[in-house]
């Protein structure tokens, strides 16, 4: 029994065979061709028959050779399958029915069949079996057989090896059986049979060729981008440099901003030193150098200043580094006093003052 991607190739060659006009079945050799051997007295008559259309090649003296008969052909025609062809009255028909489940064993069926049907038994008898058609149940077939004395007769011993099948004349053409067991029979060429193979080949390259093409797409697609992201490198590098560089500013800017705002603003500390120094103090300079304030002046009770500016909200630790009496101004004494300003809260006054400022 043939497995199931043997049949399914098959079908496929016949139907692509189906789809090919005749004349081109015959040119490519793909025509259902044969040659159909018959004895008529003791003439070997031949008949080409492609398709269905017979044509007589010739009557030639029997018993004849196969390498004889090659001999007489010509072409193509020596290379067609050969298939004896036996009369009506050679043959022993028996129609039969059956059920329907045996069709799918039914030379099998057959072989039990012979016995009962025939006067031969399975080993005597060459036979094959036709379906007829079925009727509910019943599948109505014909058995047909044919001695196997005919077969090894000495007229067809030299043809054993040398024919595709046997089939039996019926009026203007032939029953469609083969009685040659399938051991026997010399298998024909089947000039379709690689395309099947040929055309599964060639879809499978093709499908090859579309995914090498397909995939030369995306490499080109992919050279394509970074081509375009090499080009932009260079500016996205510039715009990176920028946003480094305004971060940095920004960051900066918030840096100097916080210590701005752990320090007092300039107006306030004058404020603030104004409101706390006697009337009788003069102030000659005064000056903020990081986080130091320095005062410089006159006044009648320097060493009553340091007691003055304590507690105050933008300084600590007031101190004074240098007392000497004035000479210029009696019972006045020049001072230098310092203090360390320090942070101050987030309601503290904002504001910007000189770094710097004289009082004369």
């Keep these: 029994m043939a497995s199931a991607p043997a049949s399914l190739l098959s079908a496929w060659g016949a139907a692509l065979r189906d789809c090919i006009p005749p004349g081109w ?5 793909a025509a259902r061709a044969r040659l159909l051997l018959s004895v008529d007295g003791a003439e070997l008559h031949v008949v080409a028959d492609v398709d269905g259309q017979r044509r007589t090649l010739g009557r030639w003296p029997w018993p004849m050779e196969p390498s004889a008969l090659v001999a007489r052909l010509q072409g193509r025609a020596a290379r067609l399958p050969r298939v004896w ?6 043959v022993l028909r028996r129609p039969l029915q ?3 489940a045996a069709g799918a064993r039914l030379r099998a069926v057959m072989e039990f069949e012979i016995e009962r049907q025939t006067p031969f038994t399975a080993a005597q008898a060459l ?18 057989a044919v001695p196997r004395a005919l077969w090894d007769s000495g007229a067809l011993a030299p043809w054993h090896g040398h024919l595709h099948g046997i089939d039996v004349a019926d009026g203007n053409g032939t029953l469609g059986v083969n009685l040659l067991p399938a051991a026997l029979r010399r298998r024909p060429r089947d000039p379709l049979r690689p395309w099947p193979w040929l055309l599964l080949l060639l879809g499978m390259a093709c499908l090859a060729l579309a995914g090498a093409q397909w995939l030369e ?3 080109e697609a992919l050279a394509e981008l970074r081509a375009r992201v090499d080009a932009s490198a260079p500016l996205a590098r510039q715009a990176a440099q920028q946003l480094e560089h305004a971060r940095s500013r920004i960051a900066g800017l918030a840096f100097l901003e916080h210590k701005r705002r752990q320090r007092a603003a300039t107006i306030d500390v004058w404020r603030e030193l104004t409101r706390r120094l006697p009337d009788a103090t003069h102030l000659d300079s005064w000056s903020i150098q990081g986080e130091q304030l320095q005062v410089t002046g006159s006044s009648s009770d320097a060493a009553a200043l340091v007691g003055l500016l304590q507690d105050a909200p933008w300084w600590q630790d007031p101190a004074l580094t240098s007392v000497v009496r004035d000479e210029r101004q009696p019972g006045m004494d020049r001072f230098t006093l310092t203090a360390t300003l320090g942070p101050v809260g987030a309601t503290a006054p904002a504001g910007a003052g000189a770094e710097h400022a004289d009082v004369r």
């Design 127 to 144: 036979h094959d079996v036709r379906r007829l058609g079925a009727s509910g149940s019943q599948l109505d077939v014909e058995l047909v």
């Design 85 to 90: 062809v036996l009369a009506p009255e050679q």
């Design 217 to 219: 797409n995306r490499r």
């Design 25 to 29: 079945r015959q040119r490519m050799g």
């Design 98 to 100: 059956l059920p329907v």
